[in-house]
T-cell receptor, first 112, second 114 residues
């Protein structure tokens, strides 16, 4: 069965510092991978997605993610974090029939 | 273009009451689904539909009922609400059931069962 692991429950980063959020997936076939962001009390916003092709994917708000098949990873990165990036981030993989399997999320805190 | 619309946004229910969470999309999407979000557990699939008249269970279907009479609408029914169903509910849709399509989410419905 498909699964997604986000090993970090919370991460604190200083404003202006770089960020990497980890995501490992388990899926037998070629995975379709997503990163979503959720601000408190809000819905889910798609940051980026990987379907095929270039393994480095660019998203909105300056985020990027790199698909590494050998490591079953799809880590999210941002070179310089802004206070407005504080939110919860979810990695997800598509299973059969467009069923998304989500990780448990990583809450990002941004310190001044 | 409204996208995926969920109503209500907030609801408080008493144990044993029933209610329906509404979900509508205006993108002519085949696939629709319901997830619930609980702290520390991410989002889990409740039910999904691959087209009008076709529904199936997800990971956590107990206590919920769905139907899909039109392409646009996919309501989620709580037959007899329990405190364990206190959660945030998200409806999602996508164009097709193949993997390479963006999945769109509604804004969420916050449900409290007392």
């Amino acid at each position: 069965a498909q699964s997604v692991t986000q090993p970090d429950i919370h991460i604190t980063v200083s404003e202006g510092a770089s960020l990497e959020l980890r995501c490992n997936y388990s899926y037998g076939a070629t995975p379709y991978l997503f990163w979503y962001v959720q601000s408190p009390g809000q819905g889910l916003q798609l940051l980026l997605k990987y379907f095929s092709g270039d393994t480095l994917v660019q998203g909105i708000k300056g985020f990027e993610a790199e698909f590494k098949r050998s490591q079953s990873s799809f880590n999210l990165r941002k070179p310089s974090v802004h206070w407005s990036d504080a939110a919860e981030y979810f990695c997800a993989v598509v299973g059969g029939f467009q069923k998304l399997v989500f990780g448990t999320g990583t809450r990002l805190l941004v310190s001044p | 273009n409204a996208g995926v619309t969920q109503t209500p946004k907030f609801q408080v229910l008493k144990t044993g009451q029933s209610m329906t969470l509404q979900c509508a999309q205006d993108m002519n999407h085949e696939y629709m689904s319901w997830y619930r979000q609980d702290p520390g557990m991410g989002l889990r699939l409740i039910h999904y539909s691959v087209g009008a008249g076709i529904t199936d269970q997800g990971e956590v279907p107990n206590g919920y009922n769905v139907s899909r009479s039109t392409t646009e609408d996919f309501p989620l029914r709580l037959l007899s609400a329990a405190p364990s169903q206190t959660s945030v509910y998200f409806c999602a849709s996508s164009y097709s059931t193949t993997g390479g399509n963006t999945i769109y989410f509604g804004e969420g419905s916050w449900l409290t069962v007392v």
